[in-house]
């Protein structure tokens, strides 16, 4: 499965921000997908995540700000980042967990990263 992020840039802080995310798999087999963040010198974190039925959560520290959603009949994953703060600088991933086929378990893919830059 290959994934693919866009949408990233330099943004002023409490700016906006749309990142997108699509996957080379069939909407019906997609479980979850999730966003996630990796600042410089720090570990990769969960962002927010969204399943097949609809459900989201979030990292306390966007809660209120950032909003997960999909497009069904595009099969993209958007995360709306608002009131961006420079603490939100890093490199996003987007990572799809998909059903494998009709074989048991998941596969977990992740896409190459797209860089947010909020400035001060």
């Known amino acids: 499965v290959q994934v693919v992020e866009s949408g990233g840039g330099l943004v002023q802080a409490g700016g906006s921000l749309e990142l997108a995310c699509e996957a080379s798999v069939s909407e019906s087999m997609i479980i979850a997908v999730g966003w996630h963040r990796q600042a410089p010198g720090k570990q990769r974190e969960s962002v927010a995540q969204?399943?097949?039925?609809?459900?989201?959560n979030y990292e306390d520290s966007v809660k209120g700000r950032f909003t997960i959603s999909r497009d069904y009949a595009k099969n993209r994953v958007y995360l709306q980042m608002r009131s961006l703060k420079p603490e939100d600088t890093a490199v996003y991933y987007c990572?799809?967990?998909?059903?494998?086929?009709?074989?048991?378990?998941?596969?977990?893919?992740w896409g190459q990263g797209t860089q947010v830059t909020v400035s001060a």
């Open positions: 990572n799809v967990r998909s059903e494998v086929g009709g074989l048991p378990g998941f596969s977990d893919d």
């Open positions: 969204i399943t097949r039925g609809g459900s989201t």
